[in-house]
């Protein structure tokens, strides 16, 4: 998996700075969210940079330990007092967390639900390395009948309460969207205007490269290195799901760690959805949260999903590898070699 991940900022880290011989260009890489992430700076000052790049990763620490899922953190601790059926008194940014997470949820019809944190514990995905083993037919069964859901959840100012004791967050498919935010924001108030934020796939884009756009690659979902490339404009982000990130295989089927909690189990029509998300506010937590119903929504769903979501560009694989893409997003895309067919659609 980790080789995955590693072929994959490799392809970016050599699309991002082609070119970038002439201005100073810092770079720095870190292991947090699970994964991987790379800050580069481009920009005259050498050591701006580097206190640039050196503030994005204590956010990032910051976030990755106050919000971790399975390690002591704010978030286990929420956990524990919904469990035991008593309220909580949180911190405003977890209390905003949780109201953001709500919206995006009901926005996706819940296949984003980050009130599945069970669910993800009983398929072995609360950990770094994953066993090639299935829950229990009964632990699952379990789990449906309680229907956990962050739904379940009321909010009075900072204070949680929760109708169901089964609900558990994750914010494992919400938080790489946030520190992308929190990186823009972070360097930009640093005087930064050229920069990349890489975050295990998901990316946003500031400024340019010595006046050209960022290029980046998207990954192919069964083969090493990217599938296409796309230049991104400042403040634009783009967040693939695939199957290929977090998975394991087992008597010759994969197992990915992106459940629908529909039926408990992971999503087996989708290799990957990529979106690419316009300059706004919110474009990097959108860019994480928008993907994951698209790729849970399978074969009959996926557009209405993106419609649902106000999605104009995505790219879908299928669990054939057939290739699906929106007009708009099509028009943008350099595909590696022979362009691969597809189905573009409105």
């Not at 970016?12 to 947090?32: D, K």
């Not at 984003?112 to 390395?129: K, V």
């Not at 967050?169 to 946030?178: E, T």
Request: hydrophobic share 45%.
């Amino acid at each position: 998996m980790r080789a995955i991940l590693t072929r994959l900022l490799a392809a970016l880290f050599v699309l991002a700075i082609a070119g970038c011989g002439r201005t100073p260009l810092q770079e720095q890489q870190a292991y947090v969210f699970g994964t991987r992430v790379e800050v580069l700076v481009v920009g005259e000052d050498p050591e701006l940079g580097r206190r640039a790049i050196a503030a994005v990763l204590r956010e990032f620490d910051r976030l990755h330990r106050g919000y971790h899922a399975w390690q002591p953190s704010e978030l286990t601790g929420l956990n524990a007092a919904i469990a035991a059926g008593k309220p909580a008194r949180v911190t405003p940014e977890m209390a905003d967390f949780i109201r953001e997470v709500q919206a995006f949820a009901r926005q996706g019809d819940y296949l984003f639900d980050p009130g599945i944190g069970r669910l993800i514990a009983l398929w072995g995905f609360q950990s770094d390395e994953f066993a090639a083993r299935l829950p229990a037919a009964a632990d699952l069964d379990a789990w449906l009948a309680a229907r956990p859901s962050i739904a379940d959840l009321a909010l009075d100012g900072n204070t949680v309460t929760s109708r169901n004791r089964s609900v558990a967050l994750d914010f494992g498919g919400y938080l790489k969207g946030v520190a992308l935010d929190r990186a823009a924001a972070i360097l930009r108030q640093q005087g930064i205007a050229n920069a990349l934020i890489n975050i295990g796939g998901n990316v946003m884009a500031l400024g340019s490269k010595e006046g050209k756009p960022w290029r980046v690659g998207i990954q192919h979902p069964r083969q090493p290195g990217p599938l296409a490339t796309v230049a991104l404009a400042d403040g634009e982000a783009i967040g693939t799901s695939g199957d290929y990130q977090r998975f394991f295989e087992l008597d010759g089927r994969r197992y990915a760690h992106l459940l629908d909690p529909r039926n408990g189990r992971p999503a087996g029509e989708t290799q990957a959805v990529t979106v690419l998300i316009p300059a706004a506010p919110k474009a990097g937590t959108l860019s994480d949260a928008a993907s994951k119903p698209i790729f849970v929504a399978g074969d009959a769903g996926w557009r209405d999903m993106a419609r649902t979501m106000e999605i104009g560009l995505v790219l879908r694989v299928d669990r054939d590898g057939r290739l699906f893409v929106s007009e708009a997003l099509r028009r943008r895309l350099d595909f590696i070699g022979e362009p691969p067919a597809m189905t573009v659609v409105p």
